[in-house]
């Protein structure tokens, strides 16, 4: 069955620093790969999407992912944290029947100044 | 602006009773979703429908009802049946592989 884990519960990163929040998936053939942001009480934000051609994808707010197919990772990095990035960080694939979205259990993100 | 639109924010529910949540969309988009949300436990995924008139149940679909009458309307009933229906709810819709579109989640709360 597909899966994803975020290894991660909870990581906190200083302002300015680099961040880099892991997601291991479970599946069969080529996935098609997302990572959204979630601030509290709100819905979440799609940041980026990889389906297939360069595994590394640029999304929204500064933030990259790199698909690594031989650690079944997808990696969701940002070179300078901003206080604003404080909030959950949700990793997702879609299902092989391509019906739904099978999310991870979540990274909370807290920035220190 | 299009988007999804979710209602109530906030809903109480007394033991025994059924709640209906509202989830209205103007994207045009054929698919929706209800997850559950729980702390720590991620998106859990109740149902989804991909056309009108057709749903599937997904992963922890005991207790809760859905209907789909029309495109723009995916409402979620929780019954009483659901032994412990305090979480967040959040609705989505797609119209392909381009990912969900969110909207700002119901909270639920047994009082």
């Known amino acids: 069955a597909q899966s994803v884990t975020q290894p991660d519960i909870h990581i906190t990163v200083s302002e300015g620093a680099s961040l880099e929040l892991r997601c291991n998936y479970s599946y069969g053939a080529t996935p098609y790969l997302f990572w959204y942001v979630q601030s509290p009480g709100q819905g979440l934000q799609l940041l980026l999407k990889y389906f297939s051609g360069d595994t590394l994808v640029q999304g929204i707010k500064g933030f990259e992912a790199e698909f690594k197919r031989s650690q079944s990772s997808f990696n969701l990095r940002k070179p300078s944290v901003h206080w604003s990035d404080a909030a959950e960080y949700f990793c997702?694939?879609?299902?092989?029947?391509?019906?739904?979205?099978?999310f991870g259990k979540g990274t909370t993100l807290s920035v220190s100044s | 602006d299009g988007g999804i639109t979710q209602s109530p924010k906030y809903l109480f529910r007394k033991e025994g009773q059924n709640v209906t949540l509202s989830c209205e969309q103007n994207l045009n988009h054929d698919a929706m979703y209800w997850y559950r949300q729980d702390p720590g436990q991620g998106l859990r995924l109740i149902y989804y429908s991909q056309i009108v008139n057709d749903f599937q149940k997904g992963d922890i679909a005991e207790g809760y009802s859905v209907s789909r009458e029309k495109k723009e309307s995916f409402p979620l009933t929780v019954t009483s049946a659901q032994k412990n229906p305090t979480a967040f709810y959040l609705c989505?819709?797609?119209?392909?592989?381009?990912?969900?579109?969110f909207g700002s989640g119901t909270r639920l709360t047994v009082v």
């Open positions: 989505a819709s797609s119209s392909n592989y381009a990912g969900y579109t």
């Open positions: 997702a694939v879609l299902t092989q029947a391509g019906t739904a979205l099978i």
